[in-house]
């Protein structure tokens, strides 16, 4: 799996967008973008995942720059219940469940 | 979707004995299951993949007499973690990659905290 690098720490106030950045240079061709997120005390939770093209579902949107290099997970309006640690990982969609985590991003949202 | 679920959530053994912890898929089957451990601060660690009805795959650096992992359904998968230490302690997490799909998410447990007193 390809390394990944995040801040590793943000702040967003309640009701703004959060923006988590991930920086992915070695990513492969056939390689996915997956982010997760993990609730104080509880399992990781799958947000979203992308090969190339930009992703929104109910939870989020993921934007991948065009060379594959970075992503952003936005989160466009952000609750008290979001804070968690992003996780943002590259793997083979064939490798479901089986994930390299990095230290990831401590997203806190402040009322 | 899927759903994951572990028990116990929490469990606390003295030093020495055998403690399991059950990873079953609720409404899916699931051929293959992976057991990660964090530690405090830390991030998550993959220890080994268990694949139903065949030996476990560990990673480098697990002891696999000490980390005992039994797939013997498709819905079950057992960790047991052998003569418990202090150093044991930890999040115990699983994770299910549901069999009908080849490229698909994999989902999470709840996680088992193990303390070893």
């Known amino acids: 799996d390809a390394k990944t690098t995040q801040p590793p720490s943000m702040d967003c106030a309640e009701g703004r967008a959060a923006n988590l950045p991930c920086n992915h240079s070695?990513?492969?061709?056939?390689?996915?973008v997956y982010w997760y997120r993990q609730i104080h005390s509880q399992g990781p939770q799958y947000i979203i995942h992308g090969l190339k093209n930009n992703e929104t579902n109910e939870m989020a949107s993921l934007i991948i720059t065009e060379d594959r290099k970075s992503s952003t997970l936005i989160l466009p309006h952000a609750t008290l219940r979001d804070t968690a640690v992003y996780y943002c990982?590259?793997?083979?969609?064939?490798?479901?469940?089986?994930?390299?985590f990095g230290d990831g991003t401590t997203l806190t949202v402040k009322p | 979707g899927a759903v994951v679920s572990q028990h116990p959530s929490w469990v606390i053994c003295k030093s020495g004995t055998s403690v399991k912890i059950e990873c079953r898929s609720l409404d899916f089957q699931a051929t293959t299951m992976f057991w990660y451990r964090q530690f405090p601060k830390q991030s998550l660690m993959l220890m080994a993949t268990s694949n139903e009805g065949s030996k476990a795959t560990y990673e480098q650096g697990v002891e696999k007499d000490k980390f005992l992992i039994n797939h013997a359904s498709l819905t079950l998968s057992t960790l047991t973690v052998t003569s418990a230490h202090p150093e044991d302690s930890s999040f115990y997490i699983c994770s299910a990659r549901d069999r009908r799909w080849t490229s698909t998410e994999a989902f999470f447990g709840q996680g088992t905290r193990l303390t070893v007193v």
């Open positions: 070695t990513i492969s061709g056939n390689e996915y």
């Open positions: 990982i590259v793997r083979l969609n064939t490798n479901a469940g089986k994930s390299t």
